[in-house]
């Protein structure tokens, strides 16, 4: 029983913790677990839907702001109206 009150406050302490900053906020690099953290948080998105937007428009967190705050009907990055 003591075992899971201590995971159960490690987990508050993460959940309660600030998180880092990354070194240059124009580049979004995610070789730490705390980054994509910060990221998805920064950016308001799930992990699934950040990692689509940078594959659509690379790892500039300007552009890939842009590209999760575009209308649904605007085409993708790269893409032609028609």
């Known amino acids: 029983m003591p075992s899971r009150a201590k995971g159960a406050r490690r ?3 993460l959940q309660d913790a600030p998180l880092s900053s990354p070194d ?3 580049v ?3 070789k730490e677990p705390w980054q994509l953290e910060y ?3 920064k950016m ?3 992990e699934t839907d950040l990692m689509l937007a940078i594959r659509a428009v690379g ?3 300007v552009d890939v702001r842009r590209y999760l705050d575009r209308p649904l009907s605007e085409p993708h990055w790269g893409e032609r109206w028609e």
Do not use: K
Request: hydrophobic share 35%.
């Open 28 to 30: 979004i690099v995610l």
């Open 44 to 46: 308001g998105v799930t």
């Open 24 to 26: 240059d906020p124009t």
């Open 11 to 13: 987990a508050q302490e």
């Open 59 to 61: 790892e500039n967190s």
């Open 39 to 41: 990221w998805c948080r």
